[in-house]
């Protein structure tokens, strides 16, 4: 698929619509703004879905699981294995992000589109293995052309589906072992940052592990930087398949008119890839928590966007999206349910 195309015709949520909700809220019975930022969670709603009565009943989540090649540069504390095993975790629902999502009411997917390891014929485990992990990106670019088609194409079918399913509200979570090196080595080509400006601790390296870890990732962008010109040929050279997915996922929901949660430092990279190729997919994202990553503060900045949580959490799995979710839907609910001062028959603050 010509991606830049597709994401060129996703249009920006509806200021009309978000203007009538803002003067629905303020006519609600209570002080004008007393509600803070869940007033504005409702006004955005209001804006992406274009209804009078929004709705975010019908939750997903979805996770999207894949290795990555720079592991061979000793960047993780955690063996690829772990990557597995916690797939198997997730299907099996004894993960955190079980729990959290029990707790949203939400439904959880797990995708393989790139786990280094057998997972065929597992029940309830989406196929959509591209790879048994991306290529060492210190080496050569991570993907070739036609894997990053693949792996965005395999999310983008799972964010058609939802919209086929009518899910109101998406979640979107990941797991691989190397991650954070990929996703800051992403956020750095797209930000032009230094990497030591975005790079953390991602599953709790020292100091020297974290100076190791920022010099592969300098090496890499040394190497790729004639061709670091867009964000699909950054996320071919530096990303991974679980990201290229996860940026399927968001073109697709964002199309649909989907509300959509982005969990912390790796669907964030995600997600500035998508929004690089249309700012107006924006719109459509809400920004779950603040990441104990190192770089997310940044990330945030250069988007000019506030998450609705700051817990210190650094998990991932889309756990945070789990938390955002009953927020969201408290907006939603307030907004459909609490009656303005004419409908309840009370005299309002002008009179």
Same mark, same amino acid.
Not at 28 to 50: D, H, K, N, W
Not at 184 to 195: F, Y
Not at 249 to 270: C, F
């Given at each position: 698929?010509?991606?830049?195309?597709?994401?060129?015709?996703?249009?920006?949520?509806?200021? %009309?619509?978000?203007?009538?909700?803002?003067?629905?809220?303020?006519?609600? /019975?209570?002080?004008?703004?007393?509600?803070?930022?869940?007033?504005?969670?409702?006004?955005?709603?209001?804006?992406?879905?274009?209804?009078?009565?929004? $709705?975010?009943?019908?939750?997903?989540?979805?996770?999207?699981?894949?290795?990555?090649?720079?592991?061979?540069?000793?960047?993780?504390?955690?063996?690829?294995?772990?990557?597995?095993?916690?797939?198997?975790?997730?299907?099996?629902?004894?993960?955190?992000?079980?729990?959290?999502?029990?707790?949203?009411?939400? %439904?959880?997917?797990?995708?393989?589109?790139?786990?280094?390891?057998?997972?065929?014929?597992?029940?309830?485990?989406?196929?959509?293995?591209?790879?048994?992990? /991306?290529?060492?990106?210190? %080496?050569?670019?991570?993907?070739?052309?036609?894997?990053?088609?693949?792996?965005?194409?395999?999310?983008?079918?799972?964010?058609?589906?939802?919209?086929?399913?009518?899910?109101?509200?998406?979640?979107?979570?990941?797991?691989?072992?190397?991650?954070? /090196? $990929?996703?800051?080595?992403?956020?750095?080509?797209? /930000?032009?940052?230094?990497? %030591?400006?975005?790079?953390?601790?991602?599953?709790?390296?020292?100091?020297?592990?974290?100076?190791?870890?920022?010099?592969?990732?300098?090496?890499?962008?040394?190497?790729?930087?004639?061709?670091?010109?867009?964000?699909?040929?950054?996320?071919?050279?530096?990303?991974?398949?679980?990201?290229?997915?996860?940026?399927?996922?968001?073109?697709?929901?964002?199309?649909?008119?989907?509300?959509?949660?982005?969990?912390?430092?790796?669907?964030?990279?995600?997600?500035?890839?998508?929004?690089?190729?249309?700012?107006?997919?924006?719109?459509?994202?809400?920004?779950?928590?603040?990441?104990?990553?190192?770089?997310?503060?940044?990330?945030?900045?250069?988007?000019?966007?506030?998450?609705?949580?700051?817990?210190?959490?650094?998990?991932?799995?889309?756990?945070?999206?789990?938390?955002?979710?009953?927020?969201?839907?408290?907006?939603?609910?307030?907004?459909?349910?609490?009656?303005?001062?004419?409908?309840?028959?009370?005299?309002?603050?002008?009179?």
């Amino acid at each position: 698929m010509n991606w830049q195309k597709f994401a060129n015709d996703i249009v920006p949520a509806d200021t %009309e619509w978000r203007r009538r909700a803002a003067d629905r809220l303020r006519e609600q /019975t209570r002080p004008a703004g007393s509600l803070g930022r869940l007033e504005e969670v409702a006004e955005r709603l209001v804006a992406i879905q274009r209804l009078d009565k929004p $709705s975010v009943s019908r939750k997903r989540i979805l996770i999207f699981a894949a290795d990555h090649g720079v592991t061979a540069e000793g960047v993780s504390l955690y063996p690829r294995e772990v990557t597995c095993a916690m797939v198997l975790n997730f299907i099996h629902e004894g993960a955190t992000i079980n729990s959290l999502a029990r707790l949203a009411g939400a %439904e959880v997917i797990v995708a393989d589109l790139g786990v280094d390891g057998d997972l065929a014929g597992v029940p309830g485990l989406v196929q959509a293995k591209v790879g048994r992990g /991306t290529r060492n990106f210190c %080496e050569g670019p991570a993907m070739l052309a036609e894997e990053l088609d693949q792996a965005m194409a395999a999310g983008f079918k799972l964010g058609e589906t939802a919209a086929h399913d009518g899910i109101q509200l998406l979640g979107l979570g990941e797991m691989g072992i190397g991650n954070t /090196t $990929s996703a800051s080595a992403l956020i750095a080509a797209l /930000t032009r940052r230094k990497p %030591e400006t975005v790079t953390g601790r991602g599953t709790g390296l020292g100091e020297e592990a974290l100076r190791h870890k920022i010099a592969v990732i300098e090496r890499a962008l040394e190497l790729h930087a004639p061709v670091l010109t867009n964000p699909l040929s950054i996320m071919q050279c530096l990303g991974g398949f679980e990201i290229a997915g996860l940026c399927g996922a968001i073109l697709a929901a964002a199309k649909a008119r989907i509300a959509i949660v982005i969990d912390g430092w790796i669907v964030s990279a995600a997600a500035l890839a998508a929004i690089r190729l249309n700012p107006a997919i924006l719109d459509y994202l809400f920004f779950a928590h603040r990441s104990e990553e190192y770089g997310h503060r940044l990330l945030l900045e250069e988007l000019e966007v506030r998450p609705l949580l700051d817990l210190g959490m650094r998990l991932g799995e889309g756990s945070g999206a789990a938390l955002a979710m009953p927020i969201i839907e408290a907006a939603a609910r307030i907004y459909c349910e609490v009656a303005t001062f004419a409908e309840a028959g009370v005299a309002n603050r002008h009179a």
